[in-house]
């Protein structure tokens, strides 16, 4: 897959910690929703980050990155970015894109892995396919889940999305779903056999939600992430 010389148009926060980068590649790159790129750091260090625009918007590439303190991997892409004003990059990589076959999708996200399914989403969204789909975003806090309010907007729109944010550690003026994300998923779900779930987060949670959904009968065949292609 060929290298992309892009221009960083733009850096800003959304919370404390993650930014949102927009870059202007040198020629629109083809990818497709739910994929990702890799930013080429070195000649044997490629970091990937998931693409969150839609891919028929795709004459820039949009991404969320989670950059505190101790995360080095990350912030040392964004000093990159900074001070050189370019970056090389490579994609659209990954086997988890969106691949709608009739069956009312759940998307599952964890922190910034909401890049992923943003990107899904928009692409369905924009389509004529009215399939439901359903996103569950997982936060710690409300503060986390930067996007809440166009999301909200969105589900108000369109009839067939719903949007639900879960934060796990809430404040008392909360008052919508708490705990771990994948759990209010369960709770609205007894049976996952009819469903596609699309899932991005830490490995972890990628794993758990694995475990829990198939054994409420979803098939392998119907869950996509990025995590399952390593655990």
Not at 32 to 43: F, P, R, S
Not at 127 to 144: E, V
Not at 160 to 173: L, R
């Amino acid at each position: 897959m060929s290298e992309i010389q892009c221009q960083v148009a733009n850096i800003e926060p959304l919370t404390d910690t993650v930014y949102k980068v927009e870059l202007t590649p040198s020629s629109p790159m083809s990818f497709k929703a739910g994929q990702y790129i890799l930013v080429h750091m070195g000649e044997n260090d490629k970091r990937p980050f998931s693409i969150a625009n839609a891919a028929w918007d795709n004459d820039r590439i949009e991404l969320h990155i989670g950059a505190d303190e101790g995360n080095a991997y990350a912030t040392e892409v964004l000093e990159r970015m900074r001070n050189d004003g370019t970056i090389t990059l490579s994609g659209g990589h990954g086997e988890a894109f969106l691949k709608p076959n009739g069956k009312p999708m759940i998307l599952i996200a964890g922190g910034t892995g909401f890049s992923y399914t943003w990107s899904i989403l928009q692409e369905h969204l924009h389509s004529n396919d009215a399939t439901p789909i359903t996103l569950y975003w997982g936060g710690r806090h409300a503060d986390d889940l930067y996007l809440a309010d166009e999301l909200t907007a969105l589900a108000e729109k369109h009839d067939k999305f719903t949007f639900i944010p879960v934060v796990e550690f809430a404040h008392d003026d909360w008052s919508g779903r708490t705990g771990w994300v994948h759990h209010a998923a369960m709770a609205d779900h007894a049976d996952f056999a009819n469903v596609q779930v699309y899932v991005a987060g830490r490995f972890e949670m990628a794993k758990v939600v694995r475990e829990d959904f198939t054994t409420r009968g979803l098939s392998k065949d119907d869950l996509f992430g990025d995590a399952f292609a390593f655990i």
